[in-house]
DNA sequence: CTGGGGATGGGGCCC
DNA sequence: GGGGCCCCATCCCCA
């Protein structure tokens, strides 16, 4: 299992993806497993150790296979591509709303009892267009679909390896790469989720190093280490401890400048902003 | 303990 | 939509 495979952290990161858009909405998330259940699992090469994903399983040499209905987004899906459930029903609808303290519980279940009264045609006077739900009145409706519905219509793409979500389909297979792992090194076996990164794998096996540094001799076979190492060259580094003000190359020596005790008064776990010099 | 190199990861952006 | 690339982040190892 590559050191950082699925447990990229966030918390400290001055660049995250943007998930918060996402939380906001995994309440209403389904996790099904079993939904899986159904799709064929390949046996996996060596090249992965025992805790590596076996279930490879929808990549072929030209990208993955049609999607199945798992990886359709809950909703908001082009109605091509299938979904997880049905359209919630009348009566799953208002139970998603009861036992909470939601204050419209009450009155869906009332809408809905006169929904369930076919000689009840004023039930039918204001239909939510996501869901072909009607409502009596039109602030049924409104919360309807403020609370529930529209909000499903923002629903992600879901990873049926992980918990993860994501709003396009381009971005889900991305991230589904870093699980079936489609680029494989001749040399070594060892599988990476993008081509690139493969190529600067197999840099490792070549020793090739087109990244030179302007200052020194050095030479190296990535871009960002390259980076890395001019920081090196520079006085003033890019990290700096609000503390002590002592300046560091890379934010994982800041890191351990904080662990090893500088910066214990700041307790709130976040980071110091990191010092771009002009 | 600190600093730096090497290797690798993921998301975003552009074409 | 996919590929390539960029950027940032992280971990391990070593001097």
């Known amino acids: 299992m590559p050191r950082s495979f699925l447990v990229k952290k966030h ?7 943007n998930y918060g858009e996402l939380d906001r909405d995994t ?3 389904i996790f099904a497993p079993y939904l899986y259940d159904s799709y064929p699992v390949l046996p996996h090469a060596d090249i992965l150790s025992s805790v590596a994903y076996n279930p490879i399983t929808v990549w072929t040499a030209t990208g993955l296979l049609p999607l199945p ?4 987004p809950l909703s908001g899906y082009p109605p091509s591509l299938g979904r997880v459930s049905p359209p919630p029903q009348s009566d799953t609808s208002s139970k998603e709303h ?11 279940e009332r809408l809905q009892s006169k929904l369930s009264d076919p000689h009840d045609i004023e039930a039918e006077k204001f239909l939510c267009t996501f869901c072909n739900k009607s409502y009596s009145t039109f602030s049924g409706l409104a919360k ?3 609370l529930h519905c529209e909000a499903q219509s923002r629903k992600s793409f879901s990873c049926k390896y992980c918990e993860k979500e994501y709003v396009s389909l381009g971005a889900l297979k991305m991230h589904i790469r870093t699980h079936t792992l489609p680029c494989v090194c001749k040399i070594c076996g060892k599988a990476f989720s993008r081509p690139w990164l493969l190529q600067g794998h197999i840099r490792t096996h070549t020793g090739e190093k087109p990244f030179s540094c302007p200052h020194c001799n050095r030479a190296f076979a990535d871009r960002s280490n390259l980076r890395a190492h001019l920081q090196t060259h520079s006085d003033v580094k890019k990290y700096q401890c609000k503390n002590c003000s002592k300046t560091f190359s890379r934010m994982s020596l800041l890191h351990k400048h904080e662990e090893s ?13 990191p010092v771009y010099p002009d």
């Open 261 to 273: 005790g500088c910066c214990l008064a700041q307790s709130d776990g976040r980071l110091p902003l």
């Open 27 to 29: 309440h209403t998330v």
């Open 98 to 108: 009861s036992g909470s303290e939601s204050p419209i519980s009450d009155e869906e």
């Open 144 to 146: 309807h679909k403020q």
């Open 11 to 17: 918390f400290n990161s001055s660049k995250k993806p």
């Open 69 to 72: 209905g798992d990886l359709s």
